[in-house]
């Protein structure tokens, strides 16, 4: 079988620029609910203990910013930089990411459990090794070298996401839906891979682990 050639991929024109001039928001409260929280600006900045409840953050900047012992519920990041975050023993429950640039996070030091949804986004090296995440959502996004080693995806949405150089061993994929994903490789005997959803071409893939000749 001939080696796939890998995708261009584009980035979404509508994810932010890195903020410049900007002074550095001050977090004066240690819990925030029900707000709306707008091209905010925090680069290199740290939150520690402080409590969002169904917030909205849009086009804010978080580059390389230390999230630690903060908890997230019902919020939704837009169109924002999260770019290099520290999450350390700060939770994310049903947490959305919508056109947002999140390259570089480490979710295994965040607190468990974690549910996240991932939407339009750029999740490039990122890691997950080992977490239980059922039913994530990561849906149209670029996930390019991402670490997915024993992680447990049983019924995930991964549809139309391009997985390149993404690592998928010991991983759970079982009623997983990859349909109309790309890039992904995955061997099918060193993953669970049980009812999960596969789209022709990409598909044929499956078939690069087995000493095979294809016509």
């Not at 900007?22 to 709306?36: C, F, I, V």
């Not at 975050?85 to 919508?98: E, M, N």
Request: aromatic share 10%.
């Amino acid at each position: 079988m001939d080696k796939k050639k890998p995708a261009k991929t584009s980035i979404p024109a509508t994810l932010p620029e890195t903020a410049q001039g900007q002074e550095p928001h001050a977090w004066t409260e240690k819990s925030y609910e029900d707000r709306e929280l707008a091209a905010m600006s925090c680069p290199d900045g740290d939150l520690n203990d402080i409590d969002f409840f169904r917030c909205r953050f849009e086009g804010c900047q978080f580059v390389r910013s230390s999230f630690r012992g903060c908890r997230f519920e019902q919020c939704v990041f837009e169109r924002c930089d999260l770019s290099l975050i520290r999450v350390t023993d700060s939770q994310f429950v049903g947490v959305r990411f919508l056109k947002t640039k999140m390259l570089g996070i480490d979710w295994t030091v965040a607190a468990l459990p974690l549910s996240l949804a991932f939407l339009e986004s750029i999740v490039n090296h990122s890691i997950f090794v080992g977490l239980s995440l059922q039913k994530m959502e990561m849906v149209q996004c670029t996930a390019q070298d991402v670490d997915f080693t024993r992680t447990n995806l049983t019924r995930a949405n991964l549809t139309e996401t391009d997985f390149l150089c993404s690592r998928f061993a010991d991983t759970n994929l079982s009623y997983a839906d990859l349909s109309k994903a790309t890039n992904y490789s995955i061997h099918p005997t060193m993953n669970r891979l049980k009812k999960t959803v596969f789209s022709l071409p990409e598909a044929v893939s499956l078939l690069s682990a087995f000493d095979i000749v294809l016509k």
